[in-house]
Protein backbone atom coordinates (compact mmCIF):
# COMPACT_ATOMS: atom_id res chain seq x y z
CA UNK A 1 0.00 0.00 0.00
CA UNK A 2 1.24 3.16 -0.92
CA UNK A 3 2.07 6.35 1.91
CA UNK A 4 -1.22 7.59 2.93
CA UNK A 5 -0.31 10.93 2.10
CA UNK A 6 -0.40 11.56 -1.36
CA UNK A 7 -4.29 10.30 -0.99
CA UNK A 8 -4.70 12.79 1.79
CA UNK A 9 -3.45 15.74 0.02
CA UNK A 10 -5.71 14.87 -2.78
CA UNK A 11 -8.32 14.31 -0.81
CA UNK A 12 -7.33 17.99 0.83
CA UNK A 13 -7.96 16.69 4.63
CA UNK A 14 -5.31 14.93 6.93
CA UNK A 15 -7.02 12.54 9.11
CA UNK A 16 -6.59 13.35 12.96
CA UNK A 17 -6.93 8.93 13.85
CA UNK A 18 -5.28 7.45 10.60
CA UNK A 19 -6.32 4.13 11.04
CA UNK A 20 -10.10 5.42 9.74
CA UNK A 21 -8.65 5.93 6.86
CA UNK A 22 -6.44 2.91 6.83
CA UNK A 23 -10.29 0.74 7.57
CA UNK A 24 -11.96 2.64 4.68
CA UNK A 25 -9.44 1.26 2.57
CA UNK A 26 -10.35 -1.87 3.70
CA UNK A 27 -12.59 -4.32 1.35
CA UNK A 28 -14.04 -7.11 2.99
CA UNK A 29 -11.94 -9.42 1.10
CA UNK A 30 -8.91 -8.35 3.42
CA UNK A 31 -10.70 -8.72 6.71
CA UNK A 32 -12.08 -7.44 9.62
CA UNK A 33 -12.51 -4.27 10.33
CA UNK A 34 -13.38 -3.69 6.50
CA UNK A 35 -15.18 -0.30 5.11
CA UNK A 36 -18.80 -1.79 4.93
CA UNK A 37 -20.09 0.26 8.10
CA UNK A 38 -18.00 3.29 6.73
CA UNK A 39 -19.64 3.28 3.41
CA UNK A 40 -22.76 2.83 5.07
CA UNK A 41 -22.64 6.17 6.82
CA UNK A 42 -20.42 7.85 3.79
CA UNK A 43 -23.31 7.18 1.60
CA UNK A 44 -25.86 9.20 3.37
CA UNK A 45 -23.74 11.81 3.97
CA UNK A 46 -22.71 12.11 0.61
CA UNK A 47 -26.39 12.13 -0.52
CA UNK A 48 -26.98 14.45 2.04
CA UNK A 49 -24.30 17.07 0.93
CA UNK A 50 -24.87 16.90 -2.60
CA UNK A 51 -28.77 17.94 -2.21
CA UNK A 52 -27.80 20.92 0.16
CA UNK A 53 -25.60 22.17 -2.74
CA UNK A 54 -27.89 21.06 -5.59
CA UNK A 55 -30.73 22.91 -3.70
CA UNK A 56 -28.78 25.96 -2.34
CA UNK A 57 -27.47 26.74 -6.00
CA UNK A 58 -30.20 25.74 -8.20
CA UNK A 59 -33.61 27.42 -7.15
CA UNK A 60 -34.83 26.66 -11.00
CA UNK A 61 -34.56 22.91 -10.56
CA UNK A 62 -38.01 21.25 -9.11
CA UNK A 63 -37.58 18.38 -7.39
CA UNK A 64 -37.77 16.05 -10.44
CA UNK A 65 -34.96 17.91 -11.71
CA UNK A 66 -33.18 17.85 -8.40
CA UNK A 67 -33.78 14.19 -7.91
CA UNK A 68 -32.56 13.27 -11.15
CA UNK A 69 -29.42 15.14 -10.82
CA UNK A 70 -28.35 13.92 -7.62
CA UNK A 71 -28.70 10.34 -8.52
CA UNK A 72 -26.11 10.78 -11.45
CA UNK A 73 -23.75 12.61 -9.09
CA UNK A 74 -23.84 9.65 -6.43
CA UNK A 75 -24.34 6.50 -8.41
CA UNK A 76 -21.62 4.10 -8.76
CA UNK A 77 -20.06 5.13 -12.14
CA UNK A 78 -19.28 8.96 -10.89
CA UNK A 79 -18.06 7.99 -8.01
CA UNK A 80 -15.61 5.57 -9.78
CA UNK A 81 -14.34 8.48 -11.89
CA UNK A 82 -13.95 10.77 -8.77
CA UNK A 83 -11.90 7.44 -7.15
CA UNK A 84 -9.54 8.09 -10.56
CA UNK A 85 -8.74 10.90 -9.90
CA UNK A 86 -7.63 10.60 -6.51
CA UNK A 87 -5.64 7.57 -7.73
CA UNK A 88 -7.93 4.85 -5.54
CA UNK A 89 -6.93 1.69 -6.34
CA UNK A 90 -3.00 1.99 -5.13
CA UNK A 91 -4.47 2.43 -1.73
CA UNK A 92 -7.04 -0.01 -1.76
CA UNK A 93 -6.45 -3.26 0.65
CA UNK A 94 -8.32 -6.32 -0.90
CA UNK A 95 -7.71 -10.04 -0.04
CA UNK A 96 -5.78 -12.34 -2.51
CA UNK A 97 -8.04 -13.46 -4.27
CA UNK A 98 -9.54 -10.17 -5.26
CA UNK A 99 -5.75 -8.56 -5.65
CA UNK A 100 -5.39 -11.17 -8.98
CA UNK A 101 -8.73 -10.44 -10.48
CA UNK A 102 -8.06 -7.32 -10.40
CA UNK A 103 -9.97 -6.07 -7.85
CA UNK A 104 -8.74 -2.68 -7.64
CA UNK A 105 -9.86 -1.37 -10.71
CA UNK A 106 -13.40 -2.81 -10.23
CA UNK A 107 -15.86 0.32 -10.37
CA UNK A 108 -17.89 -1.33 -7.50
CA UNK A 109 -14.93 -1.62 -4.90
CA UNK A 110 -13.71 1.95 -5.89
CA UNK A 111 -16.80 3.38 -5.37
CA UNK A 112 -17.29 1.96 -2.28
CA UNK A 113 -14.49 2.45 -1.28
CA UNK A 114 -14.54 6.15 -1.81
CA UNK A 115 -17.98 6.59 0.05
CA UNK A 116 -16.19 5.25 2.74
CA UNK A 117 -13.26 7.32 3.22
CA UNK A 118 -16.32 10.37 3.12
CA UNK A 119 -18.01 8.32 6.11
CA UNK A 120 -14.56 8.19 7.75
CA UNK A 121 -13.63 12.28 7.43
CA UNK A 122 -17.27 12.85 8.97
CA UNK A 123 -16.41 10.83 11.91
CA UNK A 124 -12.94 12.47 11.99
CA UNK A 125 -13.65 16.18 11.14
CA UNK A 126 -17.63 16.67 11.58
CA UNK A 127 -19.82 17.46 9.22
CA UNK A 128 -18.07 21.56 8.25
CA UNK A 129 -14.90 18.95 6.42
CA UNK A 130 -17.05 16.59 4.76
CA UNK A 131 -19.08 19.51 3.82
CA UNK A 132 -16.15 20.87 2.05
CA UNK A 133 -14.29 18.23 1.21
CA UNK A 134 -17.27 16.46 -1.02
CA UNK A 135 -17.73 20.27 -2.36
CA UNK A 136 -14.17 20.47 -3.60
CA UNK A 137 -14.62 17.08 -5.36
CA UNK A 138 -17.66 17.72 -7.22
CA UNK A 139 -17.04 21.07 -7.93
CA UNK A 140 -14.90 20.28 -11.52
CA UNK A 141 -18.22 17.66 -12.12
CA UNK A 142 -20.31 20.42 -12.11
CA UNK A 143 -18.81 22.27 -14.21
CA UNK A 144 -18.61 19.99 -17.10
CA UNK A 145 -22.32 18.79 -16.89
CA UNK A 146 -25.75 20.79 -18.15
CA UNK A 147 -27.99 20.27 -15.75
CA UNK A 148 -30.53 20.72 -17.91
CA UNK A 149 -29.84 17.12 -19.87
CA UNK A 150 -27.18 15.45 -17.24
CA UNK A 151 -28.78 11.50 -16.75
CA UNK A 152 -31.22 11.91 -19.38
CA UNK A 153 -31.42 8.59 -21.41
CA UNK A 154 -31.33 9.67 -24.99
CA UNK A 155 -34.89 8.67 -25.52
CA UNK A 156 -35.75 11.55 -23.31
CA UNK A 157 -33.29 13.71 -24.51
CA UNK A 158 -34.55 13.01 -28.19
CA UNK A 159 -38.16 13.26 -27.17
CA UNK A 160 -37.37 16.81 -25.76
CA UNK A 161 -35.56 17.99 -28.59
CA UNK A 162 -38.11 17.63 -31.36
CA UNK A 163 -41.03 18.86 -29.14
CA UNK A 164 -38.95 21.94 -28.65
CA UNK A 165 -38.81 22.61 -32.04
CA UNK A 166 -42.25 21.94 -32.69
CA UNK A 167 -42.66 18.54 -34.53
CA UNK A 168 -44.04 15.23 -33.42
CA UNK A 169 -42.75 12.57 -31.29
CA UNK A 170 -40.30 10.04 -33.03
CA UNK A 171 -41.17 7.11 -33.65
CA UNK A 172 -39.86 3.83 -33.12
CA UNK A 173 -40.14 0.40 -35.12
CA UNK A 174 -39.27 -3.10 -34.59
CA UNK A 175 -37.48 -4.16 -37.86
CA UNK A 176 -36.57 -7.56 -37.31
CA UNK A 177 -35.24 -9.50 -34.37
CA UNK A 178 -32.33 -12.24 -35.56
CA UNK A 179 -30.69 -15.03 -33.53
CA UNK A 180 -31.79 -17.91 -30.21
CA UNK A 181 -34.25 -16.84 -27.89
CA UNK A 182 -31.29 -16.22 -25.06
CA UNK A 183 -29.12 -14.30 -27.40
CA UNK A 184 -31.62 -12.32 -29.22
CA UNK A 185 -30.54 -8.74 -31.17
CA UNK A 186 -33.10 -6.42 -31.78
CA UNK A 187 -33.07 -4.31 -35.28
CA UNK A 188 -34.94 -1.15 -34.80
CA UNK A 189 -35.74 2.46 -36.63
CA UNK A 190 -36.14 5.91 -35.28
CA UNK A 191 -38.01 8.29 -37.71
CA UNK A 192 -38.43 11.55 -37.67
CA UNK A 193 -40.73 12.57 -40.57
CA UNK A 194 -40.30 15.99 -40.88
CA UNK A 195 -37.00 16.14 -40.32
CA UNK A 196 -36.34 13.39 -42.65
CA UNK A 197 -34.02 11.27 -40.58
CA UNK A 198 -34.40 7.61 -40.12
CA UNK A 199 -31.79 6.10 -37.69
CA UNK A 200 -30.71 2.78 -37.57
CA UNK A 201 -29.65 0.54 -34.90
CA UNK A 202 -29.46 -2.82 -32.92
CA UNK A 203 -29.14 -4.07 -29.36
CA UNK A 204 -29.86 -6.82 -27.28
CA UNK A 205 -32.81 -5.94 -26.08
CA UNK A 206 -35.51 -3.75 -27.63
CA UNK A 207 -34.79 -0.74 -25.11
CA UNK A 208 -31.56 -0.74 -26.01
CA UNK A 209 -32.06 -0.58 -29.65
CA UNK A 210 -34.11 2.29 -29.55
CA UNK A 211 -31.88 4.16 -26.69
CA UNK A 212 -29.08 3.60 -29.44
CA UNK A 213 -31.45 4.72 -32.39
CA UNK A 214 -32.13 7.78 -30.22
CA UNK A 215 -28.54 8.63 -29.73
CA UNK A 216 -27.63 8.47 -33.28
CA UNK A 217 -30.66 10.56 -34.15
CA UNK A 218 -29.66 13.61 -31.76
CA UNK A 219 -26.49 13.83 -33.82
CA UNK A 220 -28.55 13.73 -36.92
CA UNK A 221 -30.20 16.68 -35.81
CA UNK A 222 -27.54 18.19 -34.22
CA UNK A 223 -25.87 17.99 -37.77
CA UNK A 224 -28.77 19.69 -39.14
CA UNK A 225 -27.46 22.72 -37.40
CA UNK A 226 -29.79 25.04 -35.08
CA UNK A 227 -33.65 25.04 -35.92
CA UNK A 228 -35.28 28.44 -36.83
CA UNK A 229 -38.02 28.45 -34.09
CA UNK A 230 -35.59 28.03 -31.37
CA UNK A 231 -32.19 29.12 -32.30
CA UNK A 232 -32.04 31.95 -30.15
CA UNK A 233 -33.44 30.12 -27.15
CA UNK A 234 -31.29 26.73 -27.15
CA UNK A 235 -27.84 25.81 -28.09
CA UNK A 236 -27.79 22.61 -30.07
CA UNK A 237 -23.89 21.85 -28.80
CA UNK A 238 -25.54 21.94 -25.04
CA UNK A 239 -27.01 18.60 -25.92
CA UNK A 240 -23.87 16.84 -26.98
CA UNK A 241 -22.04 16.92 -24.16
CA UNK A 242 -23.76 14.84 -21.69
CA UNK A 243 -25.57 12.56 -23.75
CA UNK A 244 -25.70 9.00 -22.14
CA UNK A 245 -24.97 6.11 -23.76
CA UNK A 246 -27.11 3.44 -24.59
CA UNK A 247 -24.58 0.60 -23.00
CA UNK A 248 -26.93 -2.41 -22.12
CA UNK A 249 -26.89 -4.19 -25.06
CA UNK A 250 -26.20 -1.83 -27.71
CA UNK A 251 -23.93 -3.55 -30.52
CA UNK A 252 -24.06 -1.95 -34.25
CA UNK A 253 -24.63 1.23 -34.85
CA UNK A 254 -26.20 1.83 -39.23
CA UNK A 255 -25.92 5.35 -39.62
CA UNK A 256 -28.83 6.17 -42.21
CA UNK A 257 -28.01 9.46 -44.18
CA UNK A 258 -30.94 11.95 -43.65
CA UNK A 259 -32.87 12.06 -46.68
CA UNK A 260 -33.86 15.28 -46.46
CA UNK A 261 -32.03 18.28 -44.53
CA UNK A 262 -34.17 21.17 -44.70
CA UNK B 1 -55.97 25.15 8.45
CA UNK B 2 -55.22 25.01 12.20
CA UNK B 3 -53.18 27.16 14.13
CA UNK B 4 -49.24 26.08 13.43
CA UNK B 5 -48.20 26.63 17.14
CA UNK B 6 -49.98 23.54 18.07
CA UNK B 7 -47.70 21.50 15.45
CA UNK B 8 -44.59 23.61 16.39
CA UNK B 9 -45.22 22.39 19.92
CA UNK B 10 -45.35 18.58 18.73
CA UNK B 11 -42.24 19.23 16.88
CA UNK B 12 -40.80 21.05 19.63
CA UNK B 13 -39.43 23.59 17.30
CA UNK B 14 -40.12 27.26 16.80
CA UNK B 15 -39.75 28.51 13.39
CA UNK B 16 -37.84 31.90 13.43
CA UNK B 17 -39.40 32.15 9.61
CA UNK B 18 -42.77 30.32 9.89
CA UNK B 19 -43.56 30.98 5.96
CA UNK B 20 -41.16 28.00 5.38
CA UNK B 21 -43.61 25.44 7.89
CA UNK B 22 -46.39 27.03 5.81
CA UNK B 23 -44.48 26.08 2.57
CA UNK B 24 -43.70 22.79 3.95
CA UNK B 25 -47.63 22.18 4.23
CA UNK B 26 -48.16 23.60 1.17
CA UNK B 27 -49.74 20.11 -1.58
CA UNK B 28 -48.40 21.13 -5.05
CA UNK B 29 -52.67 20.88 -5.80
CA UNK B 30 -52.70 24.29 -3.72
CA UNK B 31 -50.56 26.15 -5.47
CA UNK B 32 -47.12 27.29 -5.86
CA UNK B 33 -44.93 27.77 -3.55
CA UNK B 34 -45.54 24.10 -2.69
CA UNK B 35 -43.25 21.80 -0.47
CA UNK B 36 -41.89 19.06 -3.01
CA UNK B 37 -38.07 21.11 -3.62
CA UNK B 38 -38.31 21.11 0.72
CA UNK B 39 -39.17 17.17 0.57
CA UNK B 40 -36.23 16.65 -1.65
CA UNK B 41 -34.20 18.61 0.84
CA UNK B 42 -35.71 17.07 3.83
CA UNK B 43 -35.55 13.45 2.08
CA UNK B 44 -31.84 13.49 2.77
CA UNK B 45 -31.45 15.08 5.66
CA UNK B 46 -33.79 12.18 7.71
CA UNK B 47 -31.55 9.85 5.84
CA UNK B 48 -28.26 11.02 7.12
CA UNK B 49 -29.54 11.73 10.68
CA UNK B 50 -30.98 8.46 11.01
CA UNK B 51 -28.10 6.88 9.48
CA UNK B 52 -26.20 8.55 12.00
CA UNK B 53 -28.05 7.28 14.93
CA UNK B 54 -28.28 3.55 13.88
CA UNK B 55 -24.13 3.76 12.65
CA UNK B 56 -23.14 5.77 16.17
CA UNK B 57 -25.43 3.09 18.75
CA UNK B 58 -25.49 0.02 17.19
CA UNK B 59 -22.11 -1.10 16.67
CA UNK B 60 -23.04 -4.27 16.38
CA UNK B 61 -25.24 -4.22 13.41
CA UNK B 62 -23.48 -4.74 10.13
CA UNK B 63 -23.87 -3.08 6.68
CA UNK B 64 -26.60 -5.17 5.87
CA UNK B 65 -28.23 -4.98 9.11
CA UNK B 66 -28.49 -1.14 9.25
CA UNK B 67 -29.07 -0.44 5.70
CA UNK B 68 -32.18 -2.81 6.42
CA UNK B 69 -33.73 -1.14 9.27
CA UNK B 70 -32.98 2.65 7.55
CA UNK B 71 -34.91 1.82 5.06
CA UNK B 72 -37.81 0.90 7.02
CA UNK B 73 -37.64 3.87 9.35
CA UNK B 74 -37.47 6.41 6.59
CA UNK B 75 -40.40 4.70 4.18
CA UNK B 76 -43.30 6.10 3.90
CA UNK B 77 -45.71 4.17 6.02
CA UNK B 78 -42.97 4.54 8.91
CA UNK B 79 -43.55 8.55 7.84
CA UNK B 80 -47.23 8.46 7.78
CA UNK B 81 -47.08 6.94 11.14
CA UNK B 82 -45.33 9.57 12.59
CA UNK B 83 -47.20 12.27 10.86
CA UNK B 84 -50.38 11.41 12.36
CA UNK B 85 -48.26 11.54 16.01
CA UNK B 86 -48.24 15.26 14.95
CA UNK B 87 -51.37 15.53 13.62
CA UNK B 88 -49.98 16.56 10.80
CA UNK B 89 -53.39 16.35 9.11
CA UNK B 90 -55.33 18.93 9.93
CA UNK B 91 -52.48 21.40 8.73
CA UNK B 92 -51.87 20.56 4.88
CA UNK B 93 -52.94 22.78 2.55
CA UNK B 94 -54.56 21.05 -0.34
CA UNK B 95 -56.25 22.04 -3.40
CA UNK B 96 -60.04 21.65 -4.25
CA UNK B 97 -59.80 18.14 -5.26
CA UNK B 98 -57.14 16.52 -2.97
CA UNK B 99 -59.43 17.84 0.02
CA UNK B 100 -62.45 16.25 -1.59
CA UNK B 101 -61.06 13.14 -1.96
CA UNK B 102 -59.40 13.06 1.49
CA UNK B 103 -56.11 13.77 0.52
CA UNK B 104 -55.13 14.77 4.12
CA UNK B 105 -55.55 11.18 5.28
CA UNK B 106 -53.50 9.51 2.35
CA UNK B 107 -50.04 8.30 3.57
CA UNK B 108 -47.69 9.65 0.69
CA UNK B 109 -49.15 13.30 0.93
CA UNK B 110 -48.55 12.98 5.23
CA UNK B 111 -44.96 11.11 5.01
CA UNK B 112 -43.80 13.85 1.82
CA UNK B 113 -45.05 16.53 4.36
CA UNK B 114 -43.83 15.70 6.88
CA UNK B 115 -39.94 15.23 5.03
CA UNK B 116 -40.70 18.85 3.77
CA UNK B 117 -40.69 19.95 7.44
CA UNK B 118 -37.80 18.58 8.11
CA UNK B 119 -36.09 20.28 5.19
CA UNK B 120 -37.54 23.43 6.70
CA UNK B 121 -36.01 23.28 9.90
CA UNK B 122 -32.92 22.39 8.47
CA UNK B 123 -33.24 25.57 6.43
CA UNK B 124 -34.50 27.70 9.57
CA UNK B 125 -32.43 26.16 12.44
CA UNK B 126 -29.80 24.17 10.79
CA UNK B 127 -28.35 21.11 11.51
CA UNK B 128 -27.95 20.72 15.08
CA UNK B 129 -31.48 21.58 15.60
CA UNK B 130 -33.09 19.21 12.80
CA UNK B 131 -30.85 16.26 14.64
CA UNK B 132 -32.33 16.98 17.49
CA UNK B 133 -35.90 16.98 16.22
CA UNK B 134 -35.45 13.97 14.23
CA UNK B 135 -33.78 11.81 16.82
CA UNK B 136 -36.81 12.90 19.23
CA UNK B 137 -39.45 11.60 17.11
CA UNK B 138 -37.69 8.47 15.99
CA UNK B 139 -37.04 7.62 19.75
CA UNK B 140 -40.40 6.27 20.57
CA UNK B 141 -39.88 4.72 17.10
CA UNK B 142 -36.97 2.80 18.19
CA UNK B 143 -37.96 1.76 21.73
CA UNK B 144 -40.79 -0.58 20.11
CA UNK B 145 -38.76 -2.84 17.02
CA UNK B 146 -36.74 -5.42 17.91
CA UNK B 147 -33.78 -4.56 15.63
CA UNK B 148 -32.83 -8.07 14.91
CA UNK B 149 -36.52 -8.58 12.98
CA UNK B 150 -37.18 -5.34 11.98
CA UNK B 151 -37.94 -4.98 8.35
CA UNK B 152 -37.79 -8.32 7.30
CA UNK B 153 -40.64 -10.18 5.66
CA UNK B 154 -42.08 -13.32 7.44
CA UNK B 155 -40.10 -15.87 5.18
CA UNK B 156 -37.06 -14.59 6.03
CA UNK B 157 -38.30 -14.32 9.56
CA UNK B 158 -39.09 -18.20 9.79
CA UNK B 159 -35.91 -19.08 7.78
CA UNK B 160 -33.94 -17.59 10.89
CA UNK B 161 -36.34 -18.95 13.34
CA UNK B 162 -36.37 -22.28 12.21
CA UNK B 163 -32.30 -22.29 11.14
CA UNK B 164 -32.09 -21.32 15.00
CA UNK B 165 -33.86 -24.18 16.37
CA UNK B 166 -31.23 -26.57 14.20
CA UNK B 167 -34.17 -27.51 11.49
CA UNK B 168 -34.31 -27.80 7.88
CA UNK B 169 -35.62 -25.21 5.84
CA UNK B 170 -39.76 -24.99 5.55
CA UNK B 171 -41.10 -26.16 3.12
CA UNK B 172 -43.25 -24.22 0.44
CA UNK B 173 -45.53 -25.84 -2.04
CA UNK B 174 -48.22 -24.48 -4.70
CA UNK B 175 -51.09 -26.55 -3.90
CA UNK B 176 -53.73 -25.41 -6.26
CA UNK B 177 -54.24 -21.66 -8.43
CA UNK B 178 -58.03 -21.02 -9.05
CA UNK B 179 -59.57 -18.11 -11.01
CA UNK B 180 -59.01 -16.59 -14.32
CA UNK B 181 -55.49 -15.17 -15.63
CA UNK B 182 -55.84 -11.88 -14.47
CA UNK B 183 -57.47 -13.04 -11.12
CA UNK B 184 -55.84 -16.07 -9.56
CA UNK B 185 -55.50 -17.12 -6.38
CA UNK B 186 -52.62 -19.01 -5.18
CA UNK B 187 -53.50 -21.43 -2.35
CA UNK B 188 -50.08 -22.62 -0.82
CA UNK B 189 -48.62 -24.63 1.87
CA UNK B 190 -45.54 -24.20 4.03
CA UNK B 191 -44.52 -27.22 5.99
CA UNK B 192 -42.04 -27.77 8.72
CA UNK B 193 -41.68 -31.22 9.20
CA UNK B 194 -39.87 -31.43 11.97
CA UNK B 195 -42.50 -29.63 14.04
CA UNK B 196 -45.37 -31.14 12.80
CA UNK B 197 -46.59 -27.71 11.32
CA UNK B 198 -48.24 -27.37 7.83
CA UNK B 199 -49.91 -23.89 7.28
CA UNK B 200 -51.91 -23.06 4.19
CA UNK B 201 -52.92 -19.89 2.86
CA UNK B 202 -53.98 -18.05 -0.28
CA UNK B 203 -52.85 -14.72 -1.87
CA UNK B 204 -52.77 -13.18 -5.67
CA UNK B 205 -49.59 -14.25 -6.28
CA UNK B 206 -47.66 -17.04 -5.47
CA UNK B 207 -44.84 -14.56 -3.27
CA UNK B 208 -47.69 -13.19 -1.44
CA UNK B 209 -49.26 -16.84 -0.75
CA UNK B 210 -45.99 -17.94 0.99
CA UNK B 211 -45.36 -15.09 2.79
CA UNK B 212 -48.54 -15.43 4.51
CA UNK B 213 -48.21 -18.50 4.82
CA UNK B 214 -44.91 -18.04 6.90
CA UNK B 215 -46.98 -15.86 8.91
CA UNK B 216 -48.81 -18.38 10.08
CA UNK B 217 -46.37 -21.10 10.52
CA UNK B 218 -44.27 -18.14 12.50
CA UNK B 219 -47.39 -17.78 14.82
CA UNK B 220 -47.47 -22.12 15.25
CA UNK B 221 -44.07 -21.71 16.39
CA UNK B 222 -44.69 -19.57 18.52
CA UNK B 223 -47.46 -21.60 19.97
CA UNK B 224 -45.04 -24.24 20.90
CA UNK B 225 -43.38 -22.68 23.36
CA UNK B 226 -39.60 -21.97 23.32
CA UNK B 227 -36.98 -24.42 21.91
CA UNK B 228 -35.01 -26.12 23.76
CA UNK B 229 -31.80 -25.50 22.05
CA UNK B 230 -32.33 -21.87 21.89
CA UNK B 231 -34.16 -21.26 25.16
CA UNK B 232 -31.32 -19.28 27.02
CA UNK B 233 -30.41 -16.80 23.85
CA UNK B 234 -33.63 -16.17 22.12
CA UNK B 235 -37.25 -14.82 23.45
CA UNK B 236 -40.04 -16.30 21.07
CA UNK B 237 -41.93 -13.49 21.84
CA UNK B 238 -39.77 -10.86 20.16
CA UNK B 239 -40.28 -12.33 16.53
CA UNK B 240 -43.93 -11.43 16.78
CA UNK B 241 -44.14 -7.74 17.25
CA UNK B 242 -42.57 -6.72 13.97
CA UNK B 243 -43.56 -9.62 11.52
CA UNK B 244 -44.35 -7.18 8.27
CA UNK B 245 -48.02 -8.45 7.19
CA UNK B 246 -47.63 -9.63 3.42
CA UNK B 247 -50.08 -6.91 1.81
CA UNK B 248 -49.68 -7.69 -1.17
CA UNK B 249 -52.26 -9.65 -2.00
CA UNK B 250 -52.79 -12.09 1.02
CA UNK B 251 -56.92 -12.52 1.00
CA UNK B 252 -57.60 -15.49 3.21
CA UNK B 253 -55.68 -17.78 5.71
CA UNK B 254 -56.72 -21.39 6.57
CA UNK B 255 -55.00 -22.44 10.07
CA UNK B 256 -54.20 -26.23 10.20
CA UNK B 257 -53.90 -27.43 13.58
CA UNK B 258 -50.09 -28.63 13.89
CA UNK B 259 -50.51 -32.69 13.64
CA UNK B 260 -47.52 -32.91 16.19
CA UNK B 261 -46.51 -30.27 18.98
CA UNK B 262 -43.64 -31.90 21.05
Do not use: W
Not at 133 to 155: C, S
Not at 175 to 190: I, K, P
Request: charged share 25%; with cysteine; hydrophobic share 40%.
Amino acid sequence: MASLDSLQAALDYRFRDGGLLERALTHRSHGMPHNERLEFLGDSVLNFVVSTLLFAEHAEMDEGDLSRVRSNLVKQSALADIAQTLSLSVHLRLGEGELKSGGFRRPSILADALEAIFGAIYLDGGYPEISRVIERLYRPVLAHIDLRTFGKDPKTLLQELVQGRGHPLPRYEVLATRGAAHDQLFDVVCEIAPLGIREQASGTSRRAAEQAAASQAIAAIEALGPARRTARRRKPAQLSLPVAVAQDGAQSKTRNTPQDKT
